[in-house]
């Protein structure tokens, strides 16, 4: 922008809406306030749930899942301290991304990396969709933020629960 016109620069950042699927707000309902996140690696994912403690919310409720395979075998390990703001943490099955399944790799080996890291923790493998709907649903409670992150389809979720919640 240098060189530019400030009239230029500022009708341009007038336009601009913003990155998305990074701490995107998705809605409330019952008290929760969804928020998606594309944050998929170790460090991303940290900083994510950093600035998400910081936003005052009674709890943080994470929600992650792996993406692709080759990636979740090579990072598994890394990701057991990337989960230390979490109050609870669901992790769900590997987004393949394209990839075949591989023996052994599953999101199992993120909830276990942080269980090694942080024995103790609220860490639950939730493997099927419509499980982690409803163990979602029956966790959740008025001033908790509820965070999904992952460069998959979990993007989804926060909409689905916004309207069970808002039934419930």
């Not at 998705?26 to 944050?39: I, K, T």
């Not at 919310?57 to 943080?60: E, K, L, Q, T």
């Given at each position: 922008m240098a060189g530019a016109a400030?009239?230029?620069?500022?009708?341009?950042?007038?336009?601009?809406?913003?990155?998305?699927?990074?701490f995107e707000h998705?809605?409330?309902?019952?008290?929760?306030?969804?928020?998606?996140?594309?944050?998929h690696l170790p460090t991303e994912v940290g900083a994510v749930l950093a600035t998400a403690r910081s936003g005052g919310?009674?709890?943080?409720v994470a929600v992650f899942q792996p993406h692709r395979f080759s990636r979740t075998e090579a990072l598994w390990s890394s990701f057991g301290g990337a989960f230390d703001d979490a109050?609870?943490?669901y992790v769900t099955d590997v987004y393949?991304?394209?990839?075949?399944?591989?023996?052994?790799?599953?999101?199992?080996?993120?909830?276990?990396?942080?269980?090694?890291?942080?024995?103790?923790?609220d860490v639950r493998y939730v493997a099927r969709r419509e499980d982690l709907?409803?163990?979602?649903?029956?966790?959740?409670?008025?001033?908790?933020?509820?965070l999904t992150m992952g460069a998959g389809d979990l993007t989804a979720v926060p909409?689905?629960?916004?309207?069970?919640?808002?039934?419930s």
């Open positions: 400030p009239e230029a620069v500022a009708s341009a950042l007038a336009r601009f809406g913003g990155v998305a699927r990074r998705r809605g409330q309902a019952a008290g929760v306030v969804l928020v998606d996140d594309y944050a919310f009674a709890r943080v109050d609870v943490l393949p991304s394209g990839e075949a399944p591989r023996p052994g790799v599953s999101g199992r080996l993120v909830a276990d990396a942080v269980l090694r890291d942080r024995p103790g923790a709907l409803d163990a979602l649903v029956g966790e959740l409670r008025d001033g908790d933020l509820c909409d689905q629960l916004r309207a069970r919640l808002g039934a």
